[in-house]
């Protein structure tokens, strides 16, 4: 991977940037500079800063579906362009090559190249205050960390690069103990020297860094730390559950109290074309319509308790916002009920959809402006009472926890007494968590931490589903251009 400090500032400053000044997704281009001293100003530092943001934005078609919803027991894909890579990640025959492993590892590094190149001149801005340096160095190492996190995740231990000043083709893996400290003290320096209110919307604040490292705790099993991070997160008084629960999601609801971390869109771009997998065949929109439907498996949507908001119906011609679209009439008139199973011709693509992201009604072609959630608040509380429940067991703390995210979505609330044991309540957790964040990229994690991603998938059929699947395998490609590499195991 280059690394040579003029090829990472030519690079970052080529990218799309956001402005400063004015609107955080303004576009910036920059035909001219002085490596000597562009990074020397705040205007040249926030440039390669918002680089690394957008550079950071997942490509969510596969880290979230792709990688985290394919291979789980939530969701599946029918159709299009799109079948066939995604079959691929659902039968769990997914290779080295595999360009999806390229795309991601690429995009990651080089995000995290851009926040080293501004990690390493930041110190030379001598006419911006202290203060402002230490709060933007705590973004660039954020988004470090945010990266390193996800390829940690995908991947495993990887090549830790920290700098763009030495010249390394070659770097070898690091080890699991160096990537977890990394990792910890990264997101650790981030929460303690940025803000708790972000100046522009979409920026790193103290509240996203905690629940980041909440995550990782929670992920790692390092069950303690969790618990201390995520009631940190609670202790700013900052967060609460957003109602109502249908509208969370709504390009009219963004910057909403639960919404900790997003990576901002715009229907004129950057956005993000989900919508369009979701609706249906024949779906009443004049919006583009995939023919690669992203669905839900209707044994999971039939899991949710009755009067469970997060399972209403999207029916907006009664005023019904719901999650899961479930049945509608399409443009010939025929009503489709899709929660059955019989065959209509042309009609195959026919499971219930995530509503969740509600369709934008000003969305230009493909691209709607609904901000990509990363961190909310409810996934503190779900993860808290996780954490708590497997350092003590059952208890009510926990219980308390998880009502508060029933309630919001007028569920029943559960019982203390309703868990006989540890493991009982760990079960409904993780059932819980399906029902709260499908579709948002969690399943794969989720699964894994439980110990069910590799069973759940061999008691669907899927033969393929071995130990070492837990972890995506080093392109291919990296391993060709870097010696040093070494290759996941099974692979």
């Known amino acids: 991977m280059p690394t040579m400090k003029s090829i990472l500032l030519i690079l970052a400053i080529g990218l799309l940037s956001l402005s400063a000044c004015s609107d955080f997704l303004d576009e910036q281009v920059y035909t001219e500079y002085d490596p000597e001293s562009f990074l020397n100003t705040e205007s040249g530092i926030n440039a390669v800063l918002n680089a690394t943001y957008r550079q950071s934005r997942p490509l969510y078609r596969e880290t979230w579906f792709s990688f985290a919803g394919w291979p789980t027991d939530l969701q599946l894909e029918r159709g299009g362009g799109y079948a066939a890579p995604a079959a691929t990640f659902a039968n769990f025959q997914w290779q080295p090559s595999n360009i999806f492993f390229v795309n991601n590892w690429r995009e ?196 949710f308790h009755p009067n469970d908001l997060r399972a209403m119906d999207y029916d907006p011609d009664n005023g019904k916002f719901g999650w899961i679209l479930k049945s509608y009439t399409d443009k010939n008139g025929d009503f489709i009920d899709l929660m059955r199973d019989e065959i209509i011709p042309g009609i195959e693509k026919k499971y219930p959809r995530s509503f969740k992201f509600t369709p934008d009604p000003n969305a230009l072609g493909a691209v709607h402006g609904n901000d990509m959630p990363i961190l909310r608040y409810a996934e503190v509380l779900v993860s808290r009472a996780e954490a708590l429940n497997e350092l003590q067991g059952p208890n009510q703390t926990s219980i308390d926890l998880l009502n508060e995210v029933r309630a919001r979505a007028e569920a029943p609330p559960y019982q203390l007494s309703d868990f006989p044991s540890k493991e009982a309540l760990r079960d409904q957790i993780l059932v819980e968590r399906g029902w709260e964040f499908f579709t948002e990229g969690l399943r794969r994690q989720d699964l894994i931490r439980h110990g069910t991603f590799i069973s759940s998938a061999q008691e669907r059929g899927v033969t393929l589903a071995q130990p070492h699947h837990v972890l995506y395998p080093i392109p291919q490609q990296e391993l060709d251009a870097n010696s040093a590499l070494t290759q996941n195991q099974g692979y």
């Open 108 to 303: 990651m590094y080089e995000a995290i190249r851009n926040a080293n190149s501004l990690l390493d001149n930041i110190d030379n801005a001598t006419s911006i205050s202290a203060e402002k340096v230490n709060q933007l160095r705590a973004e660039a190492v954020f988004l470090r960390a945010f990266n390193y996190y996800s390829l940690y995740d995908f991947f495993g231990p990887v090549p830790l690069i920290t700098t763009t000043e030495e010249l390394n083709f070659e770097v070898a893996r690091a080890s699991d103990e160096e990537m977890q400290s990394f990792i910890e003290t990264e997101l650790r320096f981030a929460a303690d020297n940025l803000p708790i209110n972000a100046e522009l919307s979409g920026k790193a604040t103290k509240g996203a860094a905690l629940a980041l490292l909440g995550r990782y705790f929670l992920n790692t099993k390092q069950w303690q730390k969790c618990a201390d991070a995520l009631a940190e997160v609670i202790a700013l008084n900052k967060y609460q559950l957003f109602t109502p629960i249908e509208g969370l999601f709504s390009v009219d609801n963004e910057g909403n109290s639960e919404l900790i971390f997003v990576f901002e869109s715009l229907a004129t771009g950057p956005g993000w074309n989900y919508t369009p997998h979701a609706y249906p065949v024949g779906y009443p929109t004049n919006q583009v319509n995939y023919g690669a439907q992203f669905q839900m498996r209707r044994t999971f949507v039939n899991s």
